[in-house]
């Protein structure tokens, strides 16, 4: 563990990115202390402020309705990394379960585990969650619903494939001599051999997690106003473009910091700990 | 006259495939006695191992697989016991040592944890520092100099050597009767390979412990067993003391085995046939080592 951060910051491109994910992650959790503006994360109209491009105190300009865009990337930032948060809690342990048994078990529990994976995968992700959007509440529980729908899969995926070649070691073979039972072999011998893979991906996938989410609520199936969502902010400004560019260019250039940061560190793991696709 | 540690009778094996029945073994039996060090000597291919597998009870959940005949464990027909008891017997009754150490530990877990894992297969609720004493007693039993760095070891921190040596202590840290050695060591050079067949031949003396030693190298066969099976395309086509079946080979293919190994003072690779339809002849069975239970 230790190693692996020393490594990560000797690294200039993977220490960029830890330093992204910091300030992302501290804007979010002290959003209420930085934020100059607390309030316009809610329902706030100030119209004497109005549609004003970046100037003191509005460092990213205001939007529509006179309020603060830089309070409410603050703001934004929690809600994405929440989504993210739970999106993975969720989709990981399922995902991962599933490929696991299915891995190691085989025969008719594969086959049938990996067939429903195989129908999950076969949608478009973006329209899988946007047909289970268009039937469910626009809200930010179902949001995270559809995208952890869309999610799983992947992880079922990547240790279906990192069981199926660890359950040929010997170690697994010799677990299993001395009376080690199927639950003890697949949980507590494979799996652990299939973290550094797991953890790999799931820092590759946070940002796309925000990533989805932000394409969602652009297309007006996410997060509801007034709640400040990146995705919804960037589809909010994109009818006043040119002449207000800073109502997209700032949420947007906020998903791609996010997303940057998640994306270097998750590259340079896979380097470090030799895991992913 | 107390019963072998394990009798095998008439065992068969076939896999059911698409294309129909294939057969592995055309029952062979073999036993072993108490405290006695058996060898089944045969090439890649020849039964050796599923034999292995059986006795465990491997191959018996695999659904495609076809098992005739007896396997008696001290007495016990393993093929009447309750599921319940045969998952006992193994890891404490019976254990294995496989080909390639290194990559029978788990690379995640030390091999102190591992040890513990091992011990409370006798002892369910064995708390962990009294495991790890038991466990440093068993390294030491197997020349491990530094018994508590070890514990505290990876299986990848340690030598090929080493990991063979672990590999033995655990194996025989429960105190098993039987213990099945899948061509132990095979994977390491040939310097270690015969270090630690010396130390576990010690140790299995001193533990009268029953082996069932499974090798194609007749060179460590030699050196280890009491007995000898030769087994052919899953048949015993010869059985004798080790010193007896050495100094007179009878069945063709058991000479032509003998014949095979290269010589290390040169003389280049021997020729023999592959396939003979001599080695197909009856078994031979030397003087005074029938089966229990059958004259001769």
Same mark, same amino acid.
């Given at each position: 563990?230790?190693?692996?951060?020393?490594?990560?910051?000797?690294?200039?491109?993977?220490?960029?990115?830890?330093?992204?994910?910091?300030?992302?992650?501290?804007?979010?959790?002290?959003?209420?202390?930085?934020?100059?503006f607390?309030?316009h994360?809610?329902?706030v109209v100030d119209f004497a402020n109005f549609n004003r491009p970046p100037e003191w105190p509005y460092v990213f300009g205001t939007d529509l309705v006179g309020r603060d865009l830089f309070s409410r990337i603050?703001?934004a930032?929690?809600?994405?990394?929440?989504?993210?948060?739970?999106?993975?809690?969720?989709?990981?342990?399922?995902?991962?379960?599933?490929?696991?048994?299915?891995?190691?078990?085989?025969?008719?529990?594969?086959?049938?585990?990996?067939?429903?994976?195989?129908?999950?995968?076969?949608?478009?992700?973006?329209?899988?969650?946007?047909?289970?959007?268009?039937?469910?509440?626009?809200?930010?529980?179902?949001?995270?619903?559809?995208?952890?729908?869309?999610?799983?899969?992947?992880?079922?995926?990547?240790?279906?494939?990192?069981?199926?070649?660890?359950?040929?070691?010997?170690?697994?073979?010799?677990?299993?001599?001395?009376?080690?039972?199927?639950?003890?072999?697949?949980?507590?011998?494979?799996?652990?051999?299939?973290?550094?893979?797991?953890?790999?991906?799931?820092?590759?996938?946070?940002?796309?997690?925000?990533?989805?989410?932000?394409?969602?609520?652009f297309?007006?199936?996410?997060?509801?106003p007034p709640?400040p969502d990146l995705g919804s902010m960037v589809a909010d400004g994109a009818r006043y473009l040119p002449d207000s560019w800073w109502l997209t260019v700032f949420p947007g250039l906020a998903i791609?910091?996010?997303?940057?940061?998640?994306?270097?560190?998750?590259?340079?793991?896979?380097?470090?700990?030799?895991?992913?696709? | 006259?107390?019963?072998?540690?394990?009798?095998?009778?008439?065992?068969?094996?076939?896999?059911?495939?698409?294309?129909?029945?294939?057969?592995?073994?055309?029952?062979?039996?073999?036993?072993?006695?108490?405290?006695?060090?058996?060898?089944?000597?045969?090439?890649?291919?020849?039964?050796?191992?599923?034999?292995?597998?059986?006795?465990?009870?491997?191959?018996?959940?695999?659904?495609?697989?076809?098992?005739?005949?007896?396997?008696?464990?001290?007495?016990?027909?393993?093929?009447?016991?309750?599921?319940?008891?045969?998952?006992?017997?193994?890891?404490?009754?019976?254990?294995?040592?496989?080909?390639?150490?290194?990559?029978?530990?788990?690379?995640?877990?030390?091999?102190?944890?591992?040890?513990?894992?091992?011990?409370?297969? *006798?002892? $369910?609720?064995? #708390?962990?520092? +009294? %495991?790890?004493?038991? @466990?440093?007693?068993?390294?030491?039993?197997?020349? !491990? =100099?530094?018994?508590?760095?070890?514990?505290?070891?990876?299986?990848?921190?340690?030598?090929?050597?080493?990991?063979?040596?672990?590999?033995?202590?655990?194996?025989?840290?429960?105190?098993?009767?039987?213990?099945?050695?899948?061509?132990?060591?095979?994977?390491?050079?040939?310097?270690?390979?015969?270090?630690?067949?010396?130390?576990?031949?010690?140790?299995?003396?001193?533990?009268?412990?029953?082996?069932?030693?499974?090798?194609?190298?007749?060179?460590?066969?030699?050196?280890?067993?009491?007995?000898?099976?030769?087994?052919?395309?899953?048949?015993?086509?010869?059985?004798?003391?080790?010193?007896?079946?050495? *100094?007179? $080979?009878?069945? #063709?293919?058991? +000479? %032509?085995?003998?014949? @095979?190994?290269?010589?290390?003072?040169?003389?280049? !690779? =021997?020729?023999?046939?592959?396939?003979?339809?001599?080695?197909?002849?009856?078994?031979?069975?030397?003087?005074?080592?029938?089966?229990?239970?059958?004259?001769?």
């Amino acid at each position: 563990m230790k190693r692996t951060l020393f490594i990560l910051l000797r690294n200039p491109l993977s220490a960029l990115g830890l330093v992204l994910i910091a300030v992302v992650v501290l804007s979010a959790v002290f959003a209420d202390f930085i934020a100059p503006f607390p309030t316009h994360a809610g329902a706030v109209v100030d119209f004497a402020n109005f549609n004003r491009p970046p100037e003191w105190p509005y460092v990213f300009g205001t939007d529509l309705v006179g309020r603060d865009l830089f309070s409410r990337i603050l703001y934004a930032y929690r809600i994405s990394l929440v989504l993210g948060v739970v999106v993975l809690a969720v989709a990981v342990p399922v995902g991962v379960t599933i490929g696991l048994l299915a891995g190691y078990l085989g025969g008719w529990t594969e086959y049938v585990l990996m067939r429903i994976t195989d129908v999950f995968l076969s949608i478009p992700p973006l329209v899988l969650a946007m047909s289970m959007m268009g039937l469910l509440q626009p809200t930010l529980t179902n949001g995270m619903l559809a995208v952890t729908a869309m999610w799983w899969p992947w992880y079922t995926r990547l240790v279906y494939n990192l069981a199926r070649s660890e359950k040929e070691e010997g170690y697994v073979l010799a677990a299993e001599v001395i009376g080690a039972s199927k639950a003890h072999v697949a949980f507590r011998e494979i799996l652990p051999n299939c973290v550094p893979s797991i953890v790999t991906k799931m820092t590759l996938d946070f940002g796309f997690v925000i990533l989805i989410a932000s394409s969602l609520s652009f297309l007006g199936l996410g997060v509801q106003p007034p709640t400040p969502d990146l995705g919804s902010m960037v589809a909010d400004g994109a009818r006043y473009l040119p002449d207000s560019w800073w109502l997209t260019v700032f949420p947007g250039l906020a998903i791609l910091v996010a997303v940057f940061g998640f994306n270097l560190v998750g590259d340079a793991l896979r380097d470090v700990l030799g895991g992913g696709q | 006259m107390t019963a072998p540690t394990l009798l095998i009778r008439d065992l068969t094996l076939g896999f059911r495939g698409w294309a129909g029945q294939v057969d592995v073994l055309h029952g062979i039996s073999l036993h072993v006695g108490k405290g006695e060090r058996v060898a089944l000597v045969g090439e890649s291919g020849s039964g050796k191992s599923v034999t292995a597998r059986i006795v465990l009870g491997l191959l018996q959940q695999l659904k495609t697989a076809r098992i005739g005949g007896l396997v008696a464990f001290e007495g016990q027909d393993l093929a009447r016991l309750p599921e319940r008891e045969r998952h006992r017997l193994r890891g404490t009754k019976m254990s294995m040592i496989f080909q390639d150490p290194t990559s029978s530990l788990n690379p995640v877990y030390t091999i102190g944890a591992q040890f513990h894992e091992v011990l409370k297969r *006798a002892e $369910p609720g064995l #708390p962990k520092a +009294r %495991a790890r004493e038991k @466990a440093a007693a068993a390294l030491a039993d197997v020349a !491990i =100099p530094d018994p508590e760095r070890a514990l505290d070891s990876y299986s990848f921190q340690l030598s090929g050597g080493m990991n063979q040596r672990v590999m033995i202590a655990m194996a025989l840290v429960n105190e098993p009767s039987l213990l099945i050695a899948d061509e132990p060591g095979t994977a390491l050079d040939v310097t270690v390979q015969a270090q630690t067949l010396a130390l576990m031949r010690d140790l299995v003396e001193k533990r009268h412990t029953s082996v069932l030693f499974i090798s194609h190298n007749l060179g460590v066969v030699r050196e280890f067993a009491d007995r000898v099976y030769v087994i052919y395309k899953g048949r015993i086509v010869e059985h004798g003391r080790t010193a007896d079946l050495f *100094a007179d $080979p009878r069945h #063709p293919y058991t +000479r %032509a085995l003998l014949a @095979a190994v290269p010589r290390i003072t040169g003389g280049g !690779i =021997p020729e023999i046939e592959d396939v003979s339809d001599s080695y197909f002849a009856p078994m031979v069975v030397h003087e005074g080592c029938g089966e229990p239970g059958e004259a001769g």
